[in-house]
């Protein structure tokens, strides 16, 4: 199994520029999680999806961010329009009791 | 609400050596999961250990085993021979509600582990 996979896996991009982030979660996993890593905020919950249906975005903070599931194996979290304070690490992770992480997008907006 | 509170920011050892780190957390819910994640220099979120909160029985992988005090709520994660690769942030978390999938997690400690 290849897990979960994430592209990019560095981004950097200009203030008010578009930024999509791709997950692909592993085969079979019903459930799938996007997750946002800062220094300052430790790991938090952005949004997460079972069946492809979004449960719980009470983490996402602002209309800025968006994120999609259009069918099993694949989600985006885009960002338009992307702020400094938006740089941090990028997780998606696939499971359901147990959570396997991707590699992490790092985004960097300057 | 349920919480996870990892008292040890930093946390070094001699390699070979055993080292212990603690987690404390707090849920209403009588079923819940619990695990260890190892995050290295790589970044990669690494799932190390679960366990279910039904099974008295500690669980253990390889090197990594835990003390689970369900009383307490303490669940601790011992390292035993530690090695060089050890060398991570590890974090604690918990899922309580099956039908909200969102895990809680701690604050994390960095292991160094010590040539």
């Known amino acids: 199994d290849a897990g979960v996979i994430q592209s990019p896996r560095h981004e950097v991009t200009e203030m008010g520029q578009e930024v999509t982030l791709r997950c692909k979660p592993i085969?079979?996993?019903?459930?799938l999680f996007w997750y946002r890593q800062t220094m300052m905020r430790g790991l938090e919950l952005l949004i997460y999806?079972?069946?492809?249906?979004?449960?719980?975005d009470s983490g996402m903070p602002e209309d800025r961010f968006s994120a999609k599931m259009p069918n099993a194996s694949f989600s985006t979290l885009k960002i338009q329009p992307s702020e400094p304070r938006d740089s941090a690490v990028y997780f998606c992770?696939?499971?359901?009791?147990?959570?396997?992480f991707g590699p992490g997008t790092r985004l960097t907006v300057t | 609400a349920q919480t996870v509170t990892q008292s040890q920011p930093e946390m070094s050892v001699q390699e070979a050596e055993t080292v212990t780190l603690s987690c404390t957390y707090d849920?209403?819910?009588?079923?819940?999961?619990l695990f260890w994640y190892k995050q290295p220099p790589s970044r990669q979120m690494i799932l190390v250990i679960r366990?279910?909160?039904?099974?008295?029985q500690n669980a253990t992988e390889n090197r990594f085993s835990v003390n689970f005090q369900k009383a307490a709520k303490s669940f601790s994660l011992k390292i035993s021979d530690s090695q060089l690769g050890d060398t991570a942030m590890y974090f604690c978390?918990?899922?309580?509600?099956?039908?909200?999938?969102?895990?809680?997690f701690g604050t994390g400690t960095r292991l160094t582990i010590i040539p």
């Open positions: 366990q279910e909160a039904y099974k008295q």
């Open positions: 085969s079979g996993h019903n459930s």
């Open positions: 849920t209403s819910e009588n079923n819940y999961y």
């Open positions: 999806f079972n069946n492809n249906v979004p449960i719980d």
């Open positions: 978390a918990l899922l309580s509600n099956f039908g909200n999938e969102k895990l809680t």
């Open positions: 992770a696939s499971g359901r009791y147990e959570q396997y």
